[in-house]
């Protein structure tokens, strides 16, 4: 029931070992301080072709590029929660609330 349909984008500063997290490289961009590290413009950096065994480095950062595991909550919930499915066990919502 996982979903790997979600891309992620992890930034490492190499000077501080910071590491934040993006959900594109578009969102990267839109922090100042990552725009100033990366010293090149979002046209350019999209074609540098980051990928999962093809991260981006300067001097600065690494940029690697990943996907998060996910889990359908909608599935989830009905599974855990239709009495028809032999096995069932109902141990409440899953994704709600938290």
Excluded: C
Aim: net charge positive.
């Amino acid at each position: 029931m996982l979903k790997h349909d979600r891309t992620i984008i992890h930034v490492e500063v190499k000077d501080t070992h910071e590491h934040f997290y993006f959900g594109s490289a578009a969102a990267m961009f839109e922090d100042s301080r990552m725009r100033d590290l990366l010293k090149i413009k979002y046209q350019t950096f999209r074609t540098k072709r980051v990928a999962p065994d093809k991260p981006y480095e300067n001097e600065h950062i690494i940029v690697r590029k990943g996907n998060l595991n996910t889990i359908d909550h909608a599935l989830m919930n009905y599974v855990l929660r239709d009495p028809n499915v032999p096995g069932n066990v109902t141990i409440g919502a899953v994704g709600r609330g938290w």
